[in-house]
C-alpha cells in the first residue's frame, strides 16, 4: 500500500487525525477535504487512488458527493457511515461506493477494506487459468482485455465489480449461484457487508443491459442468480 493517494472527505477533524496517523506509518499520502465540494475538486484535480468518504456532512453530504464523483471517476470510494439502517447502506452502494464502515471504526479495519478492494481489482480475480479472452452473445460482448461491455455495439461504463460479477456468471452460464457464493468469488473472503450488495450489483447490471432483448441475468427466487443463454 505504500505511496498510496488516499482522500478522505469527513466534516470530523478527529476522522481526519486517526486516519493520517495510522495511514501515514503505511507510507500512503493523504489529502484531506473536510466538506463535499473541497473534495470533489481534490479528485479532479489530485487524482487520488481511493476516496474514504463520510455519509453525514453539512451542505453535500456524503450521498451527493458519491453521486457526483460517479460522475467524474471510478476512483473506489469507502463510506463512513454512523448509521446502522439498511437503507442508508443500500444507497450508498446504488449511488457507486465500494464497500462501506460502519463508525466507530479501527484505522487497520480501513486498511484491510482498502486491500480487499484492490485485490478484487487485479486481473487474476477473475481467473487465471481462463484463456478466453471475449464473451459473444446475441447483443452483447464482454472483452476481459479491455474490461469492455458492449450492448448492441455500443459500449456501456460497468464499475469493476459490476463486470467481475457479470463475467463470473457469464463463465458458468446456466448454473445458479447463491449471494453467499457471489460474494466469496467476486469480493473475497474478507469482504465485510451487507448480502444485499449482491442484489444492488446484479440490480445495476440489469439496468445496463436493458435495450437487450434477452434477460441473460435471472434470478433464481429463493436461490440466487444465474447467466442464461436462451437459443
Same mark, same amino acid.
Given at each position: 500500500?505504500?505511496?498510496?493517494? /488516499?482522500? !478522505?472527505?469527513? %466534516?470530523?477533524?478527529?476522522?481526519?487525525?486517526?486516519?493520517?496517523?495510522?495511514?501515514?506509518?503505511?507510507?500512503?499520502? !493523504? =489529502?484531506?477535504?473536510?466538506? #463535499?465540494? @473541497? #473534495?470533489?475538486?481534490?479528485?479532479?484535480?489530485?487524482?487520488?487512488?481511493?476516496?474514504? &468518504?463520510?455519509?453525514?456532512?453539512?451542505?453535500?453530504?456524503?450521498?451527493? @458527493?458519491?453521486?457526483?464523483?460517479r460522475k467524474k471517476t471510478d476512483t473506489p470510494i469507502i463510506m463512513l457511515t454512523a448509521k446502522g439502517e439498511e437503507f442508508d447502506r443500500i444507497l450508498g452502494l446504488e449511488l457507486g461506493a465500494d464497500d462501506y464502515v460502519t463508525k466507530?471504526?479501527?484505522?487497520?479495519? =480501513?486498511?484491510?477494506?482498502?486491500?480487499?478492494?484492490?485485490? $478484487? =481489482?487485479?486481473?487474476?480475480?477473475?481467473?487465471?487459468?481462463?484463456?478466453?479472452? !471475449?464473451?459473444?452473445?446475441? #447483443? &452483447?460482448?464482454?472483452?476481459?482485455?479491455?474490461?469492455?461491455?458492449? /450492448?448492441?455495439?455500443?459500449?456501456?461504463?460497468? $464499475?469493476?465489480?459490476?463486470?467481475?460479477?457479470? /463475467?463470473? =456468471?457469464?463463465?458458468?452460464?446456466?448454473?445458479?449461484?447463491? $449471494?453467499?457464493?457471489? &460474494?466469496?468469488? /467476486?469480493?473475497?473472503?474478507?469482504? !465485510?457487508?451487507?448480502?444485499? @450488495?449482491?442484489?444492488?450489483?446484479?440490480?445495476?447490471?440489469?439496468?445496463?443491459?436493458?435495450?437487450?432483448?434477452? %434477460? *441473460?441475468?435471472? @434470478?433464481?427466487?429463493?436461490?440466487? *442468480?444465474?447467466?442464461?443463454?436462451?437459443?
Amino acid at each position: 500500500m505504500k505511496g498510496l493517494k /488516499v482522500l !478522505i472527505i469527513d %466534516d470530523d477533524p478527529n476522522v481526519h487525525e486517526i486516519i493520517d496517523l495510522y495511514f501515514k506509518q503505511q507510507e500512503m499520502k !493523504i =489529502l484531506n477535504a473536510f466538506e #463535499g465540494e @473541497t #473534495g470533489i475538486d481534490l479528485v479532479e484535480n489530485d487524482s487520488p487512488d481511493i476516496i474514504i &468518504l463520510d455519509v453525514m456532512m453539512p451542505n453535500m453530504d456524503g450521498y451527493d @458527493t458519491c453521486r457526483e464523483i460517479r460522475k467524474k471517476t471510478d476512483t473506489p470510494i469507502i463510506m463512513l457511515t454512523a448509521k446502522g439502517e439498511e437503507f442508508d447502506r443500500i444507497l450508498g452502494l446504488e449511488l457507486g461506493a465500494d464497500d462501506y464502515v460502519t463508525k466507530p471504526f479501527s484505522p487497520r479495519e =480501513l486498511i484491510a477494506r482498502i486491500k480487499a478492494i484492490f485485490r $478484487r =481489482l487485479e486481473p487474476r480475480q477473475l481467473g487465471a487459468t481462463e484463456t478466453k479472452e !471475449i464473451y459473444q452473445f446475441e #447483443g &452483447l460482448s464482454i472483452d476481459l482485455k479491455k474490461r469492455e461491455v458492449l /450492448v448492441n455495439d455500443q459500449k456501456r461504463d460497468f $464499475r469493476p465489480k459490476e463486470f467481475d460479477l457479470l /463475467v463470473f =456468471l457469464v463463465r458458468s452460464p446456466g448454473v445458479v449461484f447463491t $449471494r453467499e457464493q457471489v &460474494l466469496e468469488q /467476486v469480493w473475497g473472503y474478507d469482504f !465485510i457487508g451487507d448480502i444485499r @450488495t449482491v442484489d444492488v450489483h446484479v440490480k445495476k447490471i440489469r439496468q445496463k443491459l436493458s435495450e437487450l432483448s434477452t %434477460d *441473460y441475468v435471472q @434470478t433464481v427466487w429463493g436461490v440466487g *442468480y444465474k447467466f442464461e443463454v436462451i437459443s
